[in-house]
């Protein structure tokens, strides 16, 4: 998607929710119908059928969920060292996944990236270690 695009669908449907576009539609109140396989061609349903009682899920999604509990790992996480490994785990995860896309690039999802915990350790050990780093000396012409 365009970068901004989704914060603009947003604002246009709380618009349409303040006017009241969304009152009185088909089916308001009823609960959704989400048996309904009429879009999968007719020769597909059987297996699609058979798939969903089966509980599979497709390998893109079980790695979408892979990150996601991932993701909630590492928000309550204190050990830096742990977090740094975990968001290893996390880049990989993030990375499987695109390659098992044949889309554009512009749909891949981004990597984790590690400067914050990067830069936090290395303020730790320049404050832990300041006394023993070797200071660079200015040449002289």
Known sequence: MF????????????????????????????????????????????AYKILKNADFVPPEIEIKNEIKRTEDLLAGMKDEKEKYHILKKLNFLILKLNAMRSSSVNFDFPQ??????????????????????????????
């Open 112 to 141: 984790q990236y590690v400067e914050k915990i990067v830069g936090r350790m290395e303020t730790n050990n320049s404050s832990n270690s300041s006394a023993t780093k070797p200071q660079r000396v200015k040449e002289r012409k």
């Open 3 to 46: 970068p901004g695009f989704d914060r603009i669908v947003e604002e246009r449907i709380k618009n349409a929710q303040k006017k009241g576009d969304f009152k009185n539609l088909p089916g308001s109140g009823k609960p959704l119908d989400l048996d309904d396989d009429s879009c999968v061609a007719e020769d597909l349903r059987l």
